[in-house]
């Protein structure tokens, strides 16, 4: 196991999103060459207890956080034995001196947003979903997307899973902006339920095809009952993946650009100076997740809170405010919009990749 001698200031809990990720936590790894099969590897490392993967570092700041991995594939997180493994995570970040913890991925709604994590934990160690954070650079990047399209606030946003923790959040923030939006959830009746302060200024919607109205897809669940396909949008629309794991997976993102719809990586944060030891699979050394930038944030404004459960619109601003003021950023999403599609926003000169597209 990773021992650090420094103290922990903050904890970042994860998962593995998929094999690759799986690959890259060398406690699993080296189960392959024990294994018949991958579904026999898997089997084996989810098996593992929680791991430090190692330190997340800002140059020239003295906050320090760790990651912690409960080593349970996507599937699993959610069901009993996984949900085990976040608490036994989070229980051993708290050995370690951590002052407040991030959640990452579907740690978060293992744990009903973290409110179910709290009674497992000493009182003084706080938890943050990072959801506050994730909601305000989802904005940011749909701003980003309508500008490609050369559509401004104008462009028509469909927000699929509307009635998450990230979800709600996001629709009050755009709705402010001016944006015309369709909101998807499981049921109208309950997107109406914990929207309906929104009724005058959003259609409501339970089922996907009203995605061939909308100029831009905020994405925000992976669930199979919300899956995305190409022929479910419009060609010439956008999607800004911010579901943790992606809806759309990366192998898949072509067959969309051939479709005519580009996706974007969402929800990825700039922190100049960054660096992690874990490798996932970031299009840049300074890029993280929005999730654990809010939690580096409120570790380095020394606000031990929690933030649980439901973000408000305010509280997205607040943490976007935040990162203002030290320097963080969302990470543009233009290179992924025009990685496939030849051309830069609004027609202008087509795009050269090189081997890190934001070089």
């Known amino acids: 196991m990773y021992v650090s001698s420094e103290r922990s200031w903050f904890t970042f809990l994860v998962h593995p999103r998929d094999i690759r990720d799986l690959d890259s936590i060398r406690a699993a790894s080296l189960l392959r060459r024990y294994s018949s099969s991958e579904e026999d590897y898997v089997a084996k490392a989810t098996t593992l207890p929680a791991l430090v993967l190692g330190d997340v570092r800002v140059r020239g700041v003295v906050v320090r956080g760790e990651i912690i991995c409960a080593v349970r594939m996507p599937d699993q997180v959610m069901q009993a034995d996984g949900m085990r493994a976040v608490v036994e995570a989070a229980q051993l970040a708290a050995q370690r001196g951590t002052a407040i913890i991030g959640l990452g991925a579907l740690t978060a709604p293992a744990m009903g947003g973290g409110v179910r994590l709290l009674r497992h934990l000493p009182s003084n160690i706080k938890v943050t979903n990072g959801n506050g954070y994730t909601a305000a650079v989802a904005r940011a990047n749909v701003h980003e ?3 490609f399209l050369g559509l401004g606030t104008s462009a028509r946003v469909a927000v699929l899973g509307a009635t998450g923790s990230v979800g709600g959040a996001a629709s009050w923030l755009l709705a402010d902006d001016g944006f015309p939006l369709v909101l998807i959830g499981r ?5 109406r339920h914990l929207l309906g302060g929104l009724a005058d200024r959003a259609d409501f919607a339970d089922t996907l095809d009203v995605l061939k109205t909308a100029d831009i897809v905020l994405c ?3 669930e199979r009952g919300g899956k995305l396909s190409p022929e479910m949008l419009r060609p010439g629309s956008v999607v800004v993946d911010v579901a943790a794991p992606y809806n759309v997976e ?4 072509p067959e969309f650009a051939r479709y005519g719809v580009p996706v974007a990586k969402g929800a990825l944060v700039r922190i100049p100076g960054h660096s992690c030891v874990q490798d996932f699979a970031m299009p ?3 890029d993280t997740f929005a999730c654990l930038a809010e939690t580096y944030l409120l570790s380095r404004e020394g606000l031990y ?3 649980v459960g439901r973000p408000t619109a305010d509280y997205a601003r607040q943490i976007e405010e935040l990162a203002e003021r030290y320097g963080a950023y969302p990470r543009p999403i233009t290179p992924d919009l025009i990685e496939f599609t030849g051309s830069g926003p609004n027609g202008a000169d087509p795009y050269v990749r090189t081997s890190d597209p934001e070089e």
């Open 145 to 147: 997307a309508a500008q």
């Open 187 to 191: 049921t109208v009746a309950r997107v």
């Open 220 to 222: 925000l669940t992976h």
């Open 250 to 253: 990366p192998h898949r993102r």
């Open 284 to 286: 840049g050394p300074e």
């Open 305 to 307: 809170q929690n933030s």
